[in-house]
């Protein structure tokens, strides 16, 4: 392999190693300003979005050990999307752009170590924000204690509640 190529494996082989997570998407038949308006949205949010040779990633992917990116199918034009951070907003993103421009599709993805397909990008994208995940976490796990309180408080208030009937009724 050229020296340029063996560079270009290495370059793409550390995006794929060091990004939280990556997707693939068909762009064809977006023209410049809207694929300029794609990569515009995905680097507001912390997203990089690369044109890459298929055969360049496979080769990447192969000589970092990244063995489950060989179950992914890279078939004619292919962007490929990394970053860091919540992978949920980019294939939100990515599946809310292609509702506008049918030209842009998800083709699969890679995510801790485990491919992608195109349902599980968009059942990611269907998720709700990772805020709105661990509030409702919190939320799950505050409610027995919550619970808890509400149960003695009502002990109490019923304790109370009979103290308060007997005096009313020796005042009388």
Known sequence: ??????HLVNYIGGLLKDSD????????GLNVAEFSDFRNLLA????ECHVLKNRMVKKAAELFELTALS?????DSTA?????????????????FGDKNKAVAPKGGYFEGAALSVNDVNEIASLPPKEVLQAQLLGVLQAPARD???????KAATILNVLNAYKDKLEN
Not at 21 to 28: D, N
Not at 71 to 75: G, I, P, R, S
């Open 44 to 47: 507001d949010n912390s997203a």
């Open 1 to 6: 392999m050229r020296s340029e190529k063996t």
């Open 21 to 28: 997570f990556v997707y693939f998407v068909s762009y064809k």
């Open 148 to 154: 808890f309180v509400c149960l003695l408080n009502a």
């Open 71 to 75: 179950e992914v199918e890279l078939k």
């Open 80 to 96: 490929l999307i990394c970053g860091s951070g919540d992978p949920g907003s980019i294939a939100k993103i990515i599946t809310d």
